[in-house]
């Protein structure tokens, strides 16, 4: 028996699908978009699964989200529909369930936030509103856990014995007229294609263009539904969406008139507005917010994100450690021991290092999603991104890419747009990670001891600088269309729930590790690979031998133009692609100097023009293995990835040229 | 008559039409800015765009873009 969880966003859905489900989740996409979708085993009931719809707030063709719910619903015959209902934003959120009782599925209503309606003096008519509507209503508070056995008792029964909402009429005069008049016309192309004929009819009411297309209606039964339309529209002096909107207003209006008694002001919204007071303040919303973000950034990166990764790096030393001796006591084959150790143990050690860093960063972001205050950065810094064809929500999952662009990449998902979430993932690298200062470093300190800080800054805002660029281009061209309506709920702010919080954490660190074992870990052996072994597969004594120092060589005339020609750099970049803390370690590797005398070593390879070329093209280039695969993972496209690290390397190569070239000509 | 960008922050007002076009106007009916329902500017952003309001017993921000094209009057 299969359920679908549909509900407006913060109408505490996620909430309710992880008390239905427990732990025993699965997540994954939609097929061919980005849209993720979670299902689970309904606790108690083996036989029952529930899958988690995104958060909607009408039936409406336009984003990929209402697209999925509808197709769900229609395509793959749901046993029965649970739709959460805000109690304390009802008429709202009775809007959705409106359209959903017109789907003729099984359908229960799931009245969310009770204990905060009744505490607030609130109350719901609960039998007339189920009777009024003509599906069961089950008073629930999904954050206290409460009512939620009497919910799947109800939900099982319900989709058991096929009980059908018994009122889908909602409406009168001249919209029940055109509705009926229409219901009839296309009665049999409805039928034919298996699609509920009462939502069929409501949304050609409407002028939904993709229902109109499945039906496969002829030229003379098109004139006549428009026809009726016109009729409508002339006799009620008002357009087909706006006639359909008041009347489903109207009936929840009079509706909730009867059957809930609202509190005054609910003590959570004095408490909202008490926040938002300052949050949101003029003057204090931006500081506040960089305030913010700055601790995360500081508690992440330098407090308890490192503490949590020396501790991980030293356990993996040390059972490296044991490893290593255990193998050469055993009297293994060098290649295999080097296979093992400097593969395998490196490349998952490399690896593991930034499980810390996601977890600690989900947590913190997880807090700032859950409670509210993601909806206010949108808000706030709504204006600043508008002009790329993005909204403020995209500004978090950016910010964090200056951190790691993995988690960034991954905080994509709670975008509520799928075009958003693709562009913003596309520009996140741009913003450049923590892992390329130590480069920024080691080059700053060889060729421009007086100016390191201002040779760092300029590189971070040369990356924004070209993110805005590039954001401007992909909105005129790849991104064209319309970007989806800004109209956003602005939720109060509440606590988030620990057991959501930790689902949420377990979730990210298990996808992370998912890929890192599979892709990551085969792209490290691979460049291990390459390292270890000459082209004649013996294994190099000296790594200017290795494969990887050939391949380094045949491309090294690709950054001729760069001024940087030397193969030891085009190897650099190579390994940087399995992380960019590599490219460091591997030109020390390769000049065989000591980290002391690294500089004067860089200095023989560049010179400072090819130095600044080089810095540029490593801000630039694609970002490392594990942000690709975070890529593919939230774009849900292989092809996709490939081509965010070829367009990235593109940019870079463009970018440093210029520098390099007009550099140049200002020297001479 | 004024559009909803006119209106003076806590000042009340009921809607009269929703104009535009296309999936944004579409979006703000379903979101209940249907006419005749009451609305009332609660704040505009530090960066005078988008605001905030208050309808049906919730918040919501939309640009001031959009705001133009709803029709109200003042209470």
């Known amino acids: 028996m299969v359920f679908a969880l549909v509900g407006n966003q913060n109408s505490g859905k996620t909430t309710l699908f992880n008390q239905l489900t427990g732990s025993n989740q699965h997540v994954g996409n939609f097929p061919g978009v980005t849209v993720e979708r979670k299902d689970g085993v309904i606790r108690g009931q083996k ?31 749901p046993d029965g529909i649970i739709n959460i ?4 934003n ?23 936030m009770m204990d905060e309606m009744r505490s607030n003096g609130g109350t719901v008519k609960i039998s007339q509103l189920s009777e009024e509507l003509g599906v069961p209503v089950v008073p629930i508070s999904a954050a206290k856990n409460e009512g939620i056995d009497e919910l799947i008792a109800r939900a099982i029964k319900t989709a058991e014995r096929k009980q059908l909402p018994k009122r889908q009429d909602f409406c009168s005069g001249a919209v029940h007229r055109t509705i009926h008049s229409i219901a009839h016309l296309v009665e049999d192309h409805a039928e034919r294609i298996g699609f509920p ?9 409407e002028g939904d263009a993709p229902i109109e297309e499945a039906l496969h209606l002829s030229d003379n039964e098109k004139d006549m539904i428009g026809h009726s339309i016109t009729e409508m529209e002339r006799e009620l002096g008002t357009d087909k969406k706006a006639a359909l909107a ?66 991980l790096a030293r356990g993996i030393d040390a059972v490296t450690g044991v490893v290593s001796a255990g193998l050469t006591a055993y009297g293994i084959n060098p290649v295999v021991h080097s296979l093992i150790i400097d593969g395998a143990f490196a490349g998952v050690g490399s690896v593991l290092s930034f499980i810390p860093t996601i977890v600690v960063l989900f947590f913190f972001l997880s807090l700032l999603e859950d409670s509210g205050y993601m909806a206010r950065v949108a808000f706030v810094m709504d204006k600043l991104l508008r002009k790329i064809g993005l909204s403020g929500r995209s500004f978090v999952p950016m910010l964090i890419g200056f951190g790691c662009s993995v988690p960034a990449i991954m905080a994509t998902r709670t975008l509520s747009s799928e075009r958003d979430r693709r562009m913003t993932i596309m520009l996140t690298p741009f913003m450049s990670c923590s892992a390329k200062l130590p480069i920024y470093g080691m080059f700053t300190m060889a060729f421009f001891p007086k100016y390191r800080a201002l040779v760092m800054i300029g590189l971070y805002v040369l990356g924004m600088i070209i993110g805005i660029i590039v954001g401007l281009v992909l909105k005129k061209t790849a991104f064209r269309g319309n970007p989806v309506p800004f109209v956003m709920e602005l939720p109060n702010y509440r606590l988030p729930s620990p057991k959501s919080v930790c689902l949420l954490l377990w979730d990210k660190a298990k996808d992370f590790l998912t890929r890192a074992f599979t892709i990551i870990f085969v792209a490290t052996l691979i460049i291990w690979f390459f390292q270890t072994f000459d082209f004649r597969f ?113 940019v870079a190569w463009l970018v440093a040229c210029g520098v390099y070239q007009i550099g140049a000509l200002f020297i001479h | ?67 133009k094209n709803i029709v109200v009057e003042e209470d």
Request: net charge neutral.
């Open chain 1, 47 to 77: 036989d029952a699964t529930v899958v988690d719809l995104p958060g909607i707030y009408s039936l409406s063709p336009y984003t990929s989200e209402e697209i999925v719910t509808r197709e769900f619903i229609l395509k793959h015959h």
């Open chain 1, 85 to 88: 209902v805000d109690a304390m």
């Open chain 1, 90 to 112: 009802i008429e709202r959120n009775l809007y959705l369930s409106m359209q959903l009782i017109e789907l003729g599925v099984p359908m229960v209503i799931a009245l969310n």
């Open chain 1, 197 to 205: 004929m009462r939502f069929v009819a409501t949304k050609l009411v």
């Open chain 1, 246 to 311: 008041d009347m489903r207003y109207s009936f929840i209006d009079k509706l909730c008139a009867d059957c809930v008694v609202k509190p005054k002001e609910s003590r959570e919204h004095i408490r909202s507005v008490h926040i938002d007071n300052v949050l949101t303040n003029k003057y204090l919303a931006i500081p506040v917010f960089l305030l913010i973000m700055l601790i995360i950034f500081w508690l992440t990166f330098g407090v308890i994100g490192s503490f949590l990764s020396d501790l």
């Open chain 1, 538 to 650: 013996n294994v190099v004594q000296n790594s200017a031998d290795s494969m990887l120092a050939g391949i380094g060589r045949f491309i090294s005339p690709i950054f001729a133009p760069l001024g940087f020609a030397d193969w030891r750099a085009s190897t650099a970049l190579i390994t940087g692609f399995s992380a960019k803390e590599a490219v460091i370690s591997t030109f020390a590797v390769l000049t065989g100097a000591s980290t002391a005398n690294l500089p004067q070593a860089l200095a023989s390879i560049f010179t400072p023009l090819a130095a600044s070329a080089f810095l540029v093209f490593t801000l630039l280039y694609t970002p490392c293995v594990a942000a690709i695969s975070a890529v593919k993972r939230e774009m849900n496209s292989g092809k996709a990835a490939a081509l965010v690290a070829v367009f990235q390397s593109v």
């Open chain 2, 1 to 67: 008559m004024k559009t909803l960008n006119q209106m003076r922050i806590g000042k009340k007002a009921r809607i009269v039409a929703v104009g535009g076009e296309g999936a944004l106007r579409d979006r703000l009916l379903d979101m209940g800015l249907t006419p005749h329902t009451q609305v009332m500017i609660r704040k505009v952003a530090p960066m005078g765009d988008p605001i905030e309001l208050m309808l049906r017993g919730y918040e919501l921000t939309l640009r001031v873009d959009d705001a």
